[in-house]
């Protein structure tokens, strides 16, 4: 069965090329451009992942993590969180809001494509 990920960024670019990426491997992809928009997508198509920015107009990537991990309903839901900041204390609270990992920005393809590739395969 198809994989689904759900794409939230509110830099077009960024999710034009997160899209091509994610199709090319085989994925069925969706895009949000802020965190109300993903968490309403979240509860509508339960994705099998979430590639998940941090800074976001509306509700940021830390909320909706949060919001996503503390619904009972949504614990399927893996979380890799995108950010620009890359400073271990990010890092950190990323990972203690429940996301299941953690890139910072700008990173490698293949790097992305192996984490998440990673991250399905313990789904």
Known sequence: ????????DDEQNIVI???FLMKREGYEVSVA???EE????????????????VMMPKKGGFEVCQEVK????????????LTAKGRDTEV???????????MTKPFSTKDLVEKVRGLLAEH
């Not at 069965?1 to 939230?8: A, D, E, Q, S, Y």
């Not at 309403?40 to 099998?48: L, S, V």
């Not at 503390?70 to 969180?81: F, T």
Request: aromatic share 2%; proline share 2%.
């Open 38 to 53: 993903a968490v309403a997508r979240i509860r509508a198509e339960q994705p099998d992942l979430v590639l998940l920015d």
């Open 92 to 102: 950190a609270k990323g990972l203690a809001m429940g996301a299941d990992a953690y």
């Open 70 to 81: 503390s619904d009972a309903a949504l614990k399927g839901v893996r979380i890799l969180m």
């Open 33 to 35: 451009s802020d965190g």
């Open 17 to 19: 090329s997160l899209e």
């Open 1 to 8: 069965m198809t994989k689904k990920i759900l794409i939230v």
